[in-house]
Structures are given as C-alpha cells and as structure tokens.
T-cell receptor
C-alpha cells in the first residue's frame, strides 16, 4: 500500500540552530502535503502545508520544500526555540478524503 | 467555541467488552475522521465521514464501526474489544476534504487500554 517514510525519528538540536525533517512518499498522485505539530497530551495541529504545484513555502521561521520528481518533502525550522520541542508529523494525500501519515519525529531543543 | 471534543478521555476495557467513543464538533464541518495513534506508527485512519449520514472505511477499519447521525457528532464503536485495540484515538474534523489546503482540527484524544 501507499506509505510515507519520515526521518529522523528523533532529532536533538541546540537552541538557536536549525532543524530539518525529511519525508518520502510513494503515491505519485499525492498533491497535498501538510505538516503537523503535536505537543504532549494534545492532538496534532497544522503548522504549514504545501500543494504539489509549489516548490517551497515559508512562514516566519518554518519552511517546507517539495521535490515532486524525487517524491520527497522537508520541514525546515530556523532559529529553534524551546517551544519548538514537540513531535512533528508529515502527511500526504492519497485520495480526496485521506491523508497518510509519517511515523513522527521527536524534536528536542537543548538549552 | 469548543472546537473538537472527545468523550471519554481515558477508558480501560476487558477483552470482549464493547464501548462507544463520542466526538463532537461545533464548527459546522462536513468532514470528520477517526484515527488511532500507536507508538512509532504515526496516525492511521480508521473511518471517515464526508457528511451527515455518510461513513467510509479508512486504512484500518477492522473491529470498528462508526455512525454520523448528526452533522456535529461522529461515533466510534468497538463491539468486542481486543488487546490490539489498545491505543490513543483521535477524532478530527475539517471544512474541506483532506486533499485540500485546509487544516484538520483534532480533539484531545482518548486513551484506551484493553486488558
């Protein structure tokens, strides 16, 4: 079946440094790629997304890049802060009504 | 505006027991989803609904049933619980379908343990 692979599973960075999380998808028909952030004990929250007709999107300290040929997309967080510590999930649309999710990356920001 | 609420927050069941998880949203969303979240596996879609009175199977539907009798509510039922159904269950809703640039709003989750 279709799947999304997400790496790394855990990422530890120094406060102020950048963090990059990468995802690879299998369904060439996928056209929507959101990123969600999940804090402890809460449901995931959308932080940024990208459509297949766009190569890059930025929102303040976070950005997402998409390479449709290689079927991979990445989340970039610059100038990391303690409140960025959370689990991040990538996802890809596999139909009009379904997303398939990566396994998650636990981001740890070291003071 | 409460967003998406889930009842209960925690539940412990014995194998073979049944239960219903309730999800309610007050945002007038057409689309509602039930996911399960297991360690190291991300979110997996169980069932979803594209409007009142409709339901459809997701990625892992076996052992679960759902109903959407009212637009604002989406119920997830376990008829005969098994230990493999121990998980955290999340309900979500959205105004547009999943393939659109639109957020899914998630509830706080229900932690279910089946002994």
């Amino acid at each position: 079946g279709e799947n999304v692979e997400q790496h790394p599973s855990t990422l530890s960075v120094q406060e102020g440094d950048s963090a990059v999380i990468k995802c690879t998808y299998s369904d060439s028909a996928s056209n929507y790629f959101p990123w969600y952030k999940q804090e402890l004990g809460k449901g995931p929250q959308l932080i940024i997304d990208i459509r297949s007709n766009v190569g890059e999107k930025k929102d303040q300290r976070i950005a997402v890049t998409l390479n449709k040929t290689a079927k991979h997309f990445s989340l970039h967080i610059t100038e990391t802060q303690p409140e960025d510590s959370a689990v991040y999930f990538c996802a890809a649309s596999i139909s009009n009504y379904q997303l398939i999710w990566g396994a998650g990356t636990k981001l740890i920001i070291k003071p | 505006n409460a967003g998406v609420t889930q009842t209960p927050k925690f539940r412990v069941l014995k194998t073979g027991q049944s239960m219903t998880l309730l999800c309610a949203q007050d945002m007038n969303h057409e689309y509602m989803y039930w996911y399960r979240q297991d360690p190291g596996m991300g979110l997996r879609l169980i069932h979803y609904s594209v409007g009142e009175g409709t339901t459809a199977k997701g990625e892992v539907p076996d052992g679960y049933n759902v109903s959407r009798l009212k637009k604002q509510n989406f119920l997830l039922g376990l008829e005969s619980a098994a230990p493999s159904q121990t998980s955290v269950y999340f309900c979500a809703s959205s105004y547009f379908p999943a393939s659109s640039p639109d957020t899914q709003y998630f509830g706080p989750g229900t932690r279910l343990t089946v002994l």
